[in-house]
């Protein structure tokens, strides 16, 4: 096999492709059809922007704005609620526990058998009461 030399590059004339028309499509429902037929947005802009409009496009952006980010603050506000509240909940049963072990360890028995090691011992007298005169202080 060998190969053929390559003929010399020329200068010559590029043949275009023809174009083919596209096949017109069936009539159909379409959006953007029917705004156009209904609107005469073109009519607005013909001699350049309205700015007798401007006013109120920027008063109805600006409560738009204003929605968008009091429903955004709001949101916030009720993953923030739902937080603390499950936080409450923890933090009462904590409290509920404490407060029972507490009372617990404040019984004169359980007292009685915490102080024995210390060699306390639980008064089996009743207290008296000191009465001092008047004239000794």
Do not use: C, W
């Not at 968008?68 to 936080?87: C, F, L, M, P, S």
């Amino acid at each position: 096999m060998t190969k053929k030399a390559n003929a010399p590059k020329a200068n010559s004339a590029r043949v275009k492709p023809e174009v083919v028309a596209p096949t017109p499509k069936a009539p159909g429902f379409s959006l953007f059809k029917l705004l156009d037929k209904y609107t005469n947005v073109d009519a607005l802009f013909e001699e350049g922007v309205p700015l007798k409009y401007l006013p109120h496009v920027l008063f109805i952006t600006g409560i738009t704005l204003f929605y968008i980010g009091n429903t955004h603050y709001a949101e916030k506000t009720i993953r923030r609620i739902d937080k603390i509240k499950v936080e409450t909940e923890d933090l009462r049963a904590d409290y509920t526990t404490l407060k029972s072990d507490y009372m617990e360890a404040s019984k004169q028995s359980e007292v009685a058998r915490n102080v024995a090691p210390l060699g306390l011992i639980e008064s089996s007298s009743p207290p008296y009461q000191v009465i001092v005169p008047a004239d000794e202080y």
